[in-house]
């Protein structure tokens, strides 16, 4: 098992955020160059990516900020917004790299993550920071699950 670095829960999600931003910048060029192969392959990291990050989130991540926050609307929002990319990504695996819609779908599969970051990073985040959970130690939680879930799905 690979070591696993120690960083506070907000650190950890928001290197998670711009990885997801780097890939989808990657595949915006390799779509560019017509790379079928090449962006099929980066879409397939990023889908991977997305499914542990929201796998760590939504079992550790937001059931402690649930506790710690009383606002839970935008826990509630954060949920559904998983949902609906995870629906993306069920449908990117069942669609071909060729295929014109493939495209499209990475594209607003881009665009509901840059809005879920964006709410995360600008509402959810802050407010954390002003209760008394321990960042710390949760951030070591979700990094050992995150590890665990890479290694068992060998991504």
Known sequence: MSEVTTQNALDLLIADH?????????Y??????????????????????????????????????????EDEDLLNEAEVEHNGAKDLIKQLGETEADDPMFDAKVKVLSEQIEHHVEEEENELFPKL???????????????????????????
């Open 28 to 69: 915006e060029k390799a779509k560019d160059a017509e790379k079928t192969k090449e962006k099929y392959e980066i879409a397939r990291k990023v889908c991977a990516a997305l499914l542990i990050h929201m796998q760590v989130e939504e079992t550790i991540f937001y059931p402690a900020a649930r506790a710690a926050l």
């Open 129 to 155: 920071k002003k209760t008394d959970l321990d960042l710390d130690s949760l951030g070591e939680e979700m990094a050992t699950a995150k590890e665990e879930l890479k290694e068992r799905l060998g991504a």
């Open 18 to 26: 711009r990885e997801a931003e780097e890939l989808f910048e990657q």
